[in-house]
C-alpha cells in the first residue's frame, strides 16, 4: 500500500498510508491530509491514484509544490520521491515490495518484473499526460508539446481529363 512520511522537521514524523483515490492537501480542515504550516497553501494539491501509485498535482499553490527538487504542476511519483509543500518535506512510498534475488542485479530484476502489456497502459506517455508539466506552460504559454502544428496547406483539384473529340 502506498504511504507518505512526513519528515518535517518541526512535527513529529508521521506515516500516512494512502488509500482513497482523491487525497486533498493542504492547510485547512477540508484537505484529506491536513499540513498545518503558513507556507502551504488552504487547498495545495491532490494525490489522484493511477494504477498502484499515485499522481501528485499541485492546485497553483502560491509557494509550489517540488518533487525531487523540481517545481511540478503534475507528476506521477515514483517509489522514494521527496516531496516538498512550502517547508514541510515528505517521501513517496510505493506500495510495490521490492525484493532483490541474488546474483542478479538490478537491470535483471527489472526485466523479470510482470509486464502490463495485456491490461491497460499505465505509462503516463501512452494517456496523452505529460509526467511534469512547468509550470510556466500552465499559465497558458505555448510551449513545445507532444501536439505538433503542420502549417497550412492547401489542396488543388485535379482538371478532370479533357474530352477527346473524334472525327
Given at each position: 500500500m502506498?504511504?507518505?512520511?512526513?519528515?518535517?522537521?518541526?512535527?513529529?514524523?508521521?506515516?500516512?498510508?494512502?488509500?482513497?483515490?482523491?487525497?486533498?492537501?493542504?492547510?485547512?480542515?477540508?484537505?484529506?491530509i491536513r499540513i498545518q504550516d503558513t507556507n502551504v497553501s488552504s487547498r495545495h494539491g491532490i494525490?489522484?491514484?493511477?494504477?498502484?501509485?499515485?499522481?501528485?498535482?499541485?492546485?497553483k499553490s502560491t509557494n509550489g509544490t517540488f518533487v525531487n527538487g523540481e517545481p511540478i504542476m503534475a507528476v506521477k511519483l515514483k517509489d522514494g520521491a521527496s516531496?516538498?509543500?512550502?517547508?514541510?518535506?515528505?517521501?513517496?512510498?510505493?506500495?510495490l515490495a521490492k525484493t532483490?534475488?541474488?546474483g542478479l542485479t538490478p537491470?535483471?530484476?527489472d526485466m523479470l518484473r510482470p509486464s502490463d502489456k495485456g491490461s491497460q497502459?499505465?505509462?503516463?506517455?501512452d494517456r496523452g499526460m505529460a509526467k511534469r508539466t512547468?509550470?510556466?506552460y500552465s499559465a497558458g504559454a505555448l510551449g513545445a508539446g507532444p501536439v505538433t502544428i503542420q502549417p497550412l496547406v492547401t489542396a488543388k483539384p485535379i482538371p478532370p481529363p479533357?474530352?477527346?473529340?473524334?472525327?
Open positions: 502506498p504511504k507518505l512520511h512526513i519528515l518535517s522537521p518541526n512535527s513529529i514524523a508521521t506515516t500516512i498510508e494512502l488509500t482513497d483515490k482523491l487525497i486533498t492537501i493542504g492547510r485547512t480542515a477540508e484537505n484529506a494525490l489522484v491514484r493511477d494504477g498502484d501509485d499515485y499522481q501528485l498535482h499541485d492546485f516531496i516538498r509543500f512550502g517547508s514541510v518535506e515528505l517521501r513517496y512510498e510505493s506500495g532483490a534475488t541474488p537491470a535483471d530484476q497502459s499505465t505509462s503516463a506517455k512547468k509550470p510556466e479533357s474530352p477527346k473529340t473524334s472525327e
